[in-house]
């Protein structure tokens, strides 16, 4: 006779994990979109930021079916985090500052057409940290091997023991997890300041291919920006950061993350065919 006892143990434990996860679950609506999000601290709401509508009123729906309006505090199309203000008095989730181990189980937890939802899978990548296409720094990269529906996303991703480790985000043909650090780091900044400080040069740049490696001609100059001030010019090649050669126009960018606001950097240029070299300090990309 086959003994079920371990697989019905396993049941139970996964419905005690998702029953004491789901109170802090909320369907966002915005414009002709539905996604998932949950309490991150009281009043305030993490969702995920691509699922957000860029116009238009944004509602969340309870648990218990009742809706509110809520506001946005601050997004970041980088990290894929939104962060919402509600009136709602949901207890907040406790994150978890682990990452999950590569095979474990993972159970993600979320809404679904204004109905609480639950998806089993497991970790298939768990490695180092990342930047986004966008350029965000991710703590760690995470994959799910499981299923999401788009009014899913946002959704809380649970170890076996109900810990908290992430934010379930639908990827190119895979299921991504912001990682707890990120959202703690991110919706911090966003909560206090209403977006995400950005390095700034104060450049418009052109790959250009030379005899000995890659540089960056500047094709305009922000005449208010960091570079100008520093004495680069519209024309200049730039060769080098901080005594690294340039490997291309991205790299640079990508190094222009919220840590370097306010660093001064050694950039080495071409002008005319002499070198020539100057301290900028990277200031704050100002709002669009």
Do not use: C
Not at 53 to 79: C, F, K, M, N, P
Not at 261 to 277: F, H, K, L, N, Y
């Amino acid at each position: 006779m086959t003994d079920f006892t371990p697989l019905t143990s396993l049941s139970s434990a996964l419905a005690d994990v998702v029953a004491r996860i789901a109170p802090s679950l909320v369907s966002v609506h915005s414009h002709r979109s539905r996604s998932t999000g949950f309490v991150w601290k009281p009043g305030l709401i993490v969702t995920a930021d691509e699922a957000l509508a860029d116009e238009g009123d944004v509602q969340i729906v309870l648990a218990d079916g009742s809706t509110t309006a809520a506001t946005i505090v601050g997004r970041d199309h980088t990290t894929d985090i939104a962060l919402l203000r509600a009136e709602t008095t949901i207890a907040p989730v406790k994150l978890a500052t682990t990452v999950p181990a590569l095979g474990t189980l993972s159970v993600v937890v979320a809404t679904n057409r204004d109905a609480q939802s639950a998806a089993l899978g497991i970790v298939s990548v768990s490695g180092k940290s990342w930047r986004s296409l966008r350029g965000g720094e991710i703590d760690a990269r995470i994959e799910l091997d499981v299923r999401l529906r788009p009014s899913q996303e946002g959704g809380l991703a649970l170890d076996a023991s109900g810990a908290a480790f992430g934010m379930a985000v639908l990827g190119p043909r895979r299921v991504l997890v912001i990682p707890t650090a990120t959202i703690e780091r991110v919706a911090a900044q966003l909560e206090t300041r209403g977006r995400i400080a950005r390095g700034y040069l104060g450049l418009g740049l052109q790959p250009l291919r030379l005899d000995d490696g890659i540089g960056a001609m500047v094709m305009n100059v922000d005449k208010a920006g960091p570079a100008a001030t520093a004495g680069i010019r519209q024309g200049d090649v730039i060769v080098a950061v901080n005594d690294q050669k340039l490997s291309g126009v991205r790299a640079l960018l990508r190094t222009l993350g919220p840590a370097s606001v306010g660093q001064v950097i050694d950039v080495a240029i071409r002008r005319g065919g002499e070198p020539a070299s100057f301290k900028v300090t990277i200031g704050e990309r100002p709002e669009a």
